[in-house]
């Protein structure tokens, strides 16, 4: 094509001048945004209001960390259409549909691995990790618990912080190891248990904090890089 097209591409090029930057868009039309952004995949097995946090923080370009995919245990969970409403790309890897757990836990890894990401964030995913994922994303993999860790881990920190009487409980965000919640911790905040507290409200308390930490964890680790050394975490 010759610069006598008269496009604004080829006038430029005449000129000398860079021409207008090609826009790359999706079949549906989206534009693609180029970002140096880290990659992040996100584990749901709930409603996803850990996901919906990091997705409302993830289109800051000073933000540092982008949800590129999020994978699920089973179908149908409130986290799946927060990443779909966001247009995220989405797996379900379903422990009923494999042999057995170590199958599920290979599948899963792959599942993850398709998204390439920096970091892995499981955000109320109601599953221990095994070795295949553990080994291919090694301090890599990040975990948010509703409880002040080494206390009350499992799958029922609130309740079992209630039962048990404490005065304060909170959350942790920490690096996942092999143990159940036992990796090293990355960040923690309070929250007071009120007299009147049930569960559901307790964790409600929680949760507004734990996304808080969440958000601010993940962006900072995305920013200034992590490094693990035994049990201590270091940010930037
Ligand atoms: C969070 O409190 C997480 O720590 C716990 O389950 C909850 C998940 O909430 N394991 P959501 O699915 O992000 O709303």
Redesign the pocket.
């Known amino acids: 094509m010759s610069p006598a097209d008269g496009s604004p591409r080829a006038s430029a090029r005449a000129a000398g001048r860079p021409g207008p930057r090609p826009v790359v868009r999706t079949p549906s039309g989206a534009p693609v945004a180029t970002t140096s952004a880290r990659r992040v995949v996100v584990l ?10 990091l997705l409302a923080a993830h289109d800051d370009p000073d933000y540092g960390a982008r949800v590129v995919g999020v994978v699920a245990d089973k179908a149908g ?3 799946l259409a927060v990443a779909r409403d966001a247009g995220v790309a989405t797996a379900v890897v379903a422990p009923g549909d494999f042999a057995d757990r170590s199958r599920w836990d290979g599948a899963l890894a792959e599942a993850i691995a398709v998204f390439r990401p920096d970091f892995v964030v ?5 599953r221990i990790l095994g070795a295949a994922v553990l080994d291919r994303f090694p301090a890599r993999i990040l ?4 409880a002040l860790l080494p206390a009350f881990p499992g ?1 029922h ?2 309740r079992d912080a209630l039962a048990y009487g404490v005065r304060v409980t909170g ?1 942790t965000l920490h690096v996942i190891d092999a143990g159940t919640d036992t990796g090293p911790i990355v960040a923690q905040a309070a929250v007071d248990v009120e007299p009147e507290d049930d569960e559901s409200s307790l ?1 409600a308390r ?2 507004v904090v ?2 808080r930490l969440l958000v601010d964890w993940v962006g900072r680790i995305a920013r200034d890089g992590m490094v693990v050394d035994g049990r201590t975490v270091r940010v930037g």
């Open positions: 749901v097995s709930g409603t996803g209001t850990n996901l919906a946090a969970i409130g986290g499981s955000a109320g995913f109601m975990n948010t618990h509703p799958a920190g609130v959350c964790h929680i949760k734990e996304r």
